[in-house]
Structure formats: structure tokens, C-alpha cells
């Protein structure tokens, strides 16, 4: 149980383009979903949190406009990362929490961007 | 704050050889605690939980941790070590307080290295 699926796992793009990263929670329903980067050889970073419904609470220093997150259903969040740059390559990883769970969170697999 | 606090950023163990990873947490109030293990290039896996229940938890693939209140530390073992443990280890926070504001913090991740 607990399974979280991200697509796609890895991704190559020119500058300037926008990319699409899908988080769904397959056999649960998430309420709430975070986006995490991570760089090589370091922890995660907490981007953003994604509540159903609502609008997205990022984190100091992330910009919203750059990053954009939708949480349309109880089982779909996606992150939009628009005119995608190099500095925007990186390893991204969504999780989810479920509903009434002591808050520890299920990880998707990643998705790792290259950008051009 | 809440923070978290992994002593060692690289552990080499040989085969067979007790595996002991460190994290010791800085909070005002009762957290939940979390360990979790990476492999290359994919997401997060729970390995335990501890949320205020048993102070010994056990965990998946033969690891168990132990709160210590007065020692604030929720160290990871595991008696003896196997090649398919060799990955980066994540020790985490989180609790149903305002101070972790629904989030989880983690440390900065172990790399375990198991030798043959």
C-alpha cells in the first residue's frame, strides 16, 4: 500500500520550454502532497506543499511563477516547471501523506530533468 | 526549531558487521520521528517510525531504531550488514505541531557503504 508514482522519470529539454512532472498517489488519497528537489550528494529540499483544492505554499526562495503546482484531485498533483533553464536541471521528487497517517509521507520515485 | 542532525556523512561497515547510523533531532516538543533509505536515482523508502508509542521500533529489511528522550537521538541499526543495504540513509522530524508546520526535516542524509 502507499504507492506513489511520478511521470516522467526523466526528461530532457531546451531552455526556454516548459515541463510537466505528474505525482499520483495510486492506492490512496492524498490530501496533501510536497515537491522536493534535490541536488547531487545533498538532502531533499521542501519546495512547495500542495493541498487539494487550494492554492500551493512555497517555500522561502522559490519562485512561484517558475514553479508551478496543481493539485486537482485527491490523487493528482503535477509541478510545471516553465522556461526551464540549465540551473533548473535537478532530481525532483513529490511525496504524499495520507489521510489520518502519524504524518510520515510516501515518495515517488523522482523525475530527473536535464535541461539544455 | 525543529532540526535534525546526522553524524557522519559517509559509514563504511564490512558484510556481516553491525550497522549503526546516528541522528539526533533538536525539538521543543514531541516529535514524530522517521528514518528512510534512498537507492541511486530513486525516491524515498520508510524504513520506521517512531510516534510516541513503543521507544524500540522495527523496521523494514531487519533495521530497528530506538528513541532516547534524554539522549534526543533516534539512532538506526541493524545487527549485521548486507551488500543491498549500501545506500543513503535519511533521518526525519515531523509531529502534529504547529511547530513543524506539517512538514517534514530532514538531516542531511548518511551514505552506507558495505564492504565484501
Known amino acids: 500500500g502507499a504507492v506513489v508514482s511520478q511521470h516522467p522519470s526523466w526528461v530532457i529539454c531546451k531552455s526556454g520550454t516548459s515541463v510537466k512532472i505528474e505525482c499520483r498517489s495510486l492506492d490512496f488519497q492524498a490530501t496533501t502532497m510536497f515537491w522536493y528537489r534535490q541536488f547531487p550528494k545533498q538532502s531533499l529540499m521542501l519546495m512547495a506543499t500542495s493541498n487539494e483544492g487550494s492554492k500551493a505554499t512555497y517555500e522561502q526562495g522559490v519562485e512561484k511563477d517558475k514553479f508551478l503546482i496543481n493539485h486537482a484531485s485527491l490523487t493528482l498533483s503535477t509541478l510545471t516547471v516553465t522556461s526551464a533553464h540549465p540551473e533548473d536541471s535537478s532530481f525532483y521528487i513529490c511525496s504524499a501523506r495520507v489521510v489520518g497517517a502519524t504524518y510520515e509521507q510516501y515518495f515517488g520515485p523522482g523525475t530527473r530533468l536535464t535541461v539544455t | ?116
Open chain 2, 1 to 116: 526549531a525543529q532540526s535534525v542532525t546526522q553524524l557522519g556523512s559517509h559509514v563504511s561497515v564490512s558484510e556481516g558487521a553491525l550497522v549503526l547510523l546516528r541522528c539526533n533531532y533538536s525539538s521543543s516538543v514531541p516529535p514524530y520521528l522517521f528514518w528512510y533509505v534512498q537507492y541511486p536515482n530513486q525516491g524515498l523508502q520508510l524504513l520506521l517510525k517512531y510516534t510516541s508509542a513503543a521507544t524500540l521500533v522495527k523496521g523494514i529489511n531487519g533495521f530497528e531504531a530506538e528513541f532516547k528522550k534524554s539522549e534526543t537521538s533516534f539512532h538506526l541499526t541493524k545487527p549485521s550488514a548486507h551488500m543491498s543495504d549500501a545506500a543513503e540513509y535519511f533521518c526525519a522530524v515531523s509531529g502534529p505541531h504547529m511547530e513543524y508546520g506539517n512538514k517534514l526535516v530532514f538531516g542531511a542524509g548518511t551514505i552506507l557503504r558495505v564492504k565484501s
